[in-house]
Nanobody
């Protein structure tokens, strides 16, 4: 099972940007689809974005489409989430997750998870 570690979270003003990183250990990372999810206090964990094995197919939640970009660098065993035009409603703990096979939006279909990184957007 691959180990995932997120980084890059922090406090930012509305309209600002952050780039999250998801670093993976294990030689099989390049064969895994990777997704980003987020969970705000008292709410369910929601899908944000995902990238397939090739890196050529991506999928976004409507709420972040046009503002967030997911990408992967298999040479560095890392997946990134570039977040622009951040809004207070983007405040949450962000998790990356990995799975074999195609990308899905359902969190239960991902079997490897990181510990999460906090993103706080101030108004």
């Amino acid at each position: 099972q691959v180990q995932l570690v997120e980084s890059g979270g922090g406090l930012v003003q509305a309209g600002g940007s952050l780039r999250l990183s998801c670093a993976a250990s294990g030689r099989t990372f390049s064969s895994l689809a990777v997704g980003w999810f987020r969970q705000a206090p008292g709410k369910e964990r929601d899908f944000v974005a995902a990238v397939d094995v090739s890196g050529g197919n991506t999928y976004y939640a409507d709420s972040v489409k046009g503002r967030f970009t997911i990408s992967r660098d298999d040479a560095k065993n890392t997946v990134y989430l570039q977040m622009n035009s951040l809004k207070p409603e983007d405040t949450a703990v962000y998790y990356c997750a990995a799975r074999n096979g195609p990308i899905f939006t359902q969190s239960v279909l991902y079997n490897s998870w990181g510990q999460g990184t906090q993103v706080t957007v101030a108004s």
